[in-house]
């Protein structure tokens, strides 16, 4: 299959070219590396040009005017060929061996069309980046777990079943579902949400392997951002209205009626093979929230009474304790 890395970037001078070279060091290559310049400032451009213009693995892309993470990588993905794809923060790197990991897990996997890599996070310079040993790489299978489907977590809950961009992949066929997104405007700087979130809604089966396989930098401008946005309640509330609004339209576009999923939740959570307990108790909430059926006569009861059978059967049968870090 080939494989497509997107770098997105804006103002990120002191760090696109290491995410670049983390790109190009693959064990296994990359069939193409995409860069979207998002219109900066602070002379990326020309390191982008001058560093990477001649090289015939790297595609340099600039925007006229700022369009925000999503819109970079919305044109990143639309001048992409990969049927799968990959995300890559311009301040984020990847390990040498990601991409050969990845792909040894969608080939030992054929159903997995979304895979999201743990990311050991490391301050400003890469020197402080904890990899992985070469012995849990070579295990890598140990570490990989189905999370099955996530549409109703997603839609009832709102829960993020992945990790930050540059820890996430997926199948072309489900992004060109989510790309592009006409909520662009209110969503423009959360592509991790949107192609999340978006994945889940599309049933996209999933995985993940919980190795560090992906740099996560934490510095002085993400940090602030961060913080900034989780301390102002203002930006908070306009985010979750957005996502709301977000996930209005894909239902429309899916024709999904909302009123009949939750019965469907203890189906759903037998596709995860080694679910928590928390998990389990956020299903049943779904569960017994579902308005298929008039509350407390004997069918309701009967349906909740299976529905609770059935995960409970689930999650004695199939959960599996290790020291790996899988749950």
């Known amino acids: 299959m080939k494989t497509t890395c997107l770098i997105n970037s804006f103002n ?11 790109a190009l060091s693959q064990i296994h290559p990359f069939d193409e590396i995409i860069v979207v310049d998002d219109a900066s400032t602070d002379g990326s451009i020309e390191i982008l040009q001058e560093g990477y213009g001649q090289n015939s693995n790297v595609k340099i892309i600039v925007h006229e005017q700022n369009q925000g993470q999503l819109g970079a990588t919305t ?7 990969g049927d799968i794809i990959f995300f890559l923060d311009a301040d984020d790197i990847y390990h040498p061996q990601y991409l050969e990991t990845a792909l040894n897990v969608y080939r030992d996997n054929p159903t997995c069309e979304f895979l999201s890599s743990h990311m050991g996070a490391f301050r400003f310079t890469k020197d402080n980046y904890q990899e992985p040993s070469q012995e849990q790489i070579s295990r890598y299978k140990e570490y990989t777990q189905n999370r099955g489907y996530s549409l109703i977590l997603t839609v009832e809950e709102h829960i993020f079943v992945g990790s930050p961009t ?22 423009r700087m959360y592509s991790d949400n949107c192609v999340v979130f978006g994945s889940s809604i599309f049933g996209a089966r999933k995985f993940s392997i919980n190795l560090p396989l992906v ?29 709301i609004r977000l996930f209005a339209f894909w239902r429309q576009k899916m024709n999904l009626d909302i009123s009949q999923i939750s019965r469907l939740a203890p189906y759903e959570f037998k596709t995860i093979d080694y679910p928590t307990w928390e998990l389990f108790f956020i299903y049943l909430k779904i569960m017994l929230r579902n308005p298929s059926s008039v509350p407390f006569t004997p069918q309701w009861q009967l349906s909740k009474l299976h529905g609770l059978g059935m995960m409970l059967k689930h999650m004695l049968t199939r959960r599996k304790r290790s020291n790996l870090g899988l749950k």
């Not at 044109?75 to 060929?81: C, P, R």
């Open 166 to 187: 540059s820890g996430n992949s997926i199948l072309r066929n489900y992004l060109s579902k989510i790309l592009p997104c006409n909520c662009i405007d209110g969503y």
């Open 75 to 81: 044109t990143g993905f639309l001048q992409s060929t």
């Open 12 to 22: 990120y001078k002191d760090y696109v070219g290491e995410a670049i070279e983390s």
């Open 215 to 243: 740099g996560y930098r934490r510095h002085d401008k993400n940090e602030t951002n961060y913080n900034i946005f989780y301390l102002d309640r203002f930006k908070y509330y306009q985010n979750q209205v957005t996502t």
